[in-house]
């Protein structure tokens, strides 16, 4: 073999190995050393879709957002050395595995974006065996599966709201009778959404100012330490009261004393279910103002949620 074509044999084997450790293994994006992603990271349940966020960008540096701001450099580092998670991010769970039947809970991670260069679009959950082990792979990436019912009870005060309250309702009507369970129970299970769904469907007035989002008003006021959902919860096992408006418009209201004219008309066991829930500096706050100005729910006769709002 002359030194040309040698030359050219030379060349050919350093391109194939250069290839062979850029490619990695079954079409993995990784290399030994190097590192490009930008990926989009959204965690959650069925019911609260968009509990965890964040953002991951590595690289020449290393930089994340939402729960990834203070881990991106490891996360990348994990990234960077874990042929098995570039794999997995790369084609996704396999299609054809045997996993055992283990339901591990109902949290479904979104991952979007590009790993050196390849699009990124992959979904784990945690409903099998084989879900399980890929969200334990990729752990460093995610986050552990009980911080999202801890997230949700940190976020939302209708998690830990009493629900041991439960006054007489008196003779409601089905439709009143039928609303008034699904906002408790959706109050006391921070379904913000579905709540919102309902207010919006019904023309809801959830703030004197008109807010056209509630769920996005309900989550500012939790997020400034107000407690919305747990009032919500709170009133609605309360007494309710009835506010006739005249020309066959009723309302359900409740508390009781949020349909009285005079709040000197509250009788002792409506002052009592008051203290009880809300203690005995808010029914005094109350009398001093003269009036009670807590939250307020009001429900048609038909079943439409007409208000939810607090102040006089």
């Known amino acids: 073999m002359n030194c040309p074509q040698l030359t050219r044999l030379m060349l050919v084997v350093a391109t194939l190995i250069l290839l062979t450790v850029a490619c990695g293994p079954d079409g993995d994006p990784g290399t030994g050393n190097e590192l490009a992603a930008e990926l989009t990271i959204t965690i959650g349940t069925a019911d609260r879709p968009a509990e965890f966020e964040a953002t991951l960008r590595c690289g020449t540096g290393a930089d994340g957002t939402g729960y990834l701001a203070d881990t ?26 045997v996993c055992t039947e283990i339901y591990g809970g109902g949290e479904i991670a979104d991952i979007s974006g590009t790993l050196n260069g390849q699009t990124i679009d992959v979904a784990i959950d945690r409903a099998n065996g084989c879900g399980i082990a890929d969200w334990d792979l990729l752990e460093p990436v995610l986050v552990q599966p009980y911080d999202l019912g801890q997230n949700a009870t940190a976020d939302c005060s209708g998690a830990t709201a009493p629900t041991d309250h439960p006054a007489d309702q008196g003779d409601l009507p089905p439709a009143v ?16 959404e579905g709540l919102a769904a309902i207010a919006v469907a019904d023309g809801t007035n959830v703030s004197f100012g008109g807010d056209d989002e509630p769920a996005a008003l309900w989550r500012d006021l939790e997020s ?18 009835t506010m ?3 020309q066959g418009t009723v309302f359900y209201v409740w508390p009781a004393v949020a349909a009285l004219d005079d709040w000197n008309e509250a009788t002792e066991e409506q002052r009592s279910e008051l203290a ?19 939250y307020r729910v009001g429900i048609t006769e038909s079943g439409d949620w007409a208000f939810f709002v607090a102040g006089d």
Do not use: H, K
């Open 177 to 192: 009778a039928g609303l008034r369970t699904t906002l408790l129970n959706g109050a006391a299970s921070c379904d913000l």
């Open 276 to 294: 009880d829930l809300f203690g005995a500096d808010a029914l005094a706050g109350w009398d001093l103002f003269g009036d009670y100005i807590g």
């Open 72 to 97: 991106a450099p490891a996360v990348c580092d994990f990234l960077r050395t874990s042929d098995d998670a570039r794999l997995l991010l790369s084609v996704g769970p396999a299609p054809d595995r």
């Open 244 to 246: 006739d408006l005249g």
């Open 224 to 241: 400034g330490g107000a407690t919305p959902m747990a009032d919500l919860v709170a009133v609605l096992q309360l007494t309710p009261g």
